[in-house]
């Protein structure tokens, strides 16, 4: 009976833990978004709703995989790194050689590590907006976009157009020799996006 605190206060923790580590996802993936669409010169902000904020980590990482591989490949490496330290405090190496010098507990191990893959990620994220953003937006400036989708309109109209980025009620596009992004509501109004066979 007396372990049942303890028990339900690591739970609670980790319970806590996760819910920030959403609460830092979903913030990141908002601020990727935001310096993304800038460079753009598009306020995405104005062009979302809550359940695109709310989703705006997990669909980066649905359109690309490669964010959610190097996520897992790092939080492994991450992993090894908080087991090796766990195992010099067994056996006792971090603890202090001198009287003044700094304790290192479980605990300060535990919240290194946490730091060290938060870090981890916000360097990705912002790194990724800042690079993408900027080279499209260069490749906008000088008009020299490829086209990438085929987007068939309601009224049948077809255009071909690189496709920059979507949510739940717009599409972001530029179309062939165009130097700003256009933008136009899914709903009632497009019929098909396709991806075209982009020529070598």
């Keep these: 009976m007396e372990n049942q605190p303890e028990e339900s206060k ?3 923790s980790i319970q806590d833990y996760l819910s920030l580590g959403y609460i830092y996802l979903l ?3 908002i601020l ?3 310096i993304y669409f800038g460079f753009l010169e598009v306020n995405i902000l104005s062009y979302s709703n809550v359940l695109d904020v709310i989703l705006s980590p997990l669909v ?10 190097l996520l897992f490949i790092f939080a492994i490496i991450v992993y090894v790194f908080h087991k090796y330290l766990m195992k010099k405090h067994k056996n006792s190496s971090l603890k202090p050689s001198s009287p003044g010098e700094k304790v290192y507990t479980k605990s300060d191990i535990y919240q290194g590590s946490i730091f060290l893959y938060a870090l981890f990620i916000l360097s990705f994220f912002l790194g ?3 690079g993408s953003g900027y080279k499209h937006g260069q490749i906008l400036v000088d008009g020299e976009f490829k086209m990438t989708h085929e987007i068939t309109f309601i009224d049948q109209e077809k255009i071909e157009a690189k496709v920059l980025g979507s949510n739940s009620q717009y599409v972001f596009y530029v179309l062939e020799n165009k130097k700003s992004v256009s933008i ?10 396709d991806k075209l066979l982009l020529k070598k």
Excluded at 60 to 69: A, D, G, N, T
Excluded at 184 to 193: A, D, E, F, R
């Design 10 to 12: 690591s739970q609670g």
């Design 27 to 29: 913030t990141l993936g």
């Design 128 to 130: 990724t907006g800042i």
């Design 32 to 34: 990727r978004e935001v």
């Design 184 to 193: 136009s509501p899914i709903s009632g109004n497009v019929k098909t996006i």
């Design 60 to 69: 980066l990482m649905s359109k690309k995989p490669k964010v959610l591989i």
